[in-house]
Nanobody, 126 residues
Framework: QVQLEESGGGLVQTGGSLRLSCVVS????????MAWFRQTPGKEREFVAV????????KYSDSVKGRFTISRVNAENTVYLQINSLRPEDTGLYYC???????????????????WGQGTQVTVSS
């Protein structure tokens, strides 16, 4: 059974930074396209970033581009999300997601991911 566990969230001030981690167990991490989504207050779950299986391809939502960086370490079965220059509107529950079958053109669609973690809360104070 594939399991994803996020960590690293917390309370930070505007302009601060956090590094979120997501560890995958029960599957072959190197085969999964890995992504981060978030659920912010009053909004639907939204795509944040994705990292391909091969080639180091990444994609970001416009709202986080230039501030967030997704990376993966296959030897650690872990995907990271480095988030800098945090803003109050970044507050929310951050989820990681995994898929072994997704095509990158659909990578921003949460319905394409079969595995999800429970989320880690990020709160940015103004």
């Amino acid at each position: 059974q594939v399991q994803l566990e996020e960590s690293g969230g917390g309370l930070v001030q505007t302009g601060g930074s956090l590094r979120l981690s997501c560890v995958v167990s029960g599957g072959t991490f190197s085969r999964y396209t890995m992504a981060w989504f978030r659920q912010t207050p009053g909004k639907e779950r939204e795509f944040v970033a994705v990292h391909s299986v091969r080639g180091g391809y990444t994609k970001y939502s416009d709202s986080v581009k230039g501030r967030f960086t997704i990376s993966r370490v296959n030897a650690e079965n872990t995907v990271y999300l480095q988030i800098n220059s945090l803003r109050p509107e970044d507050t929310g529950l951050y989820y990681c997601a995994a898929s072994s079958t997704i095509i990158m053109s659909a990578a921003t669609n949460g319905r394409q991911y079969g595995y999800w973690g429970q989320g880690t809360q990020v709160t940015v104070s103004s």
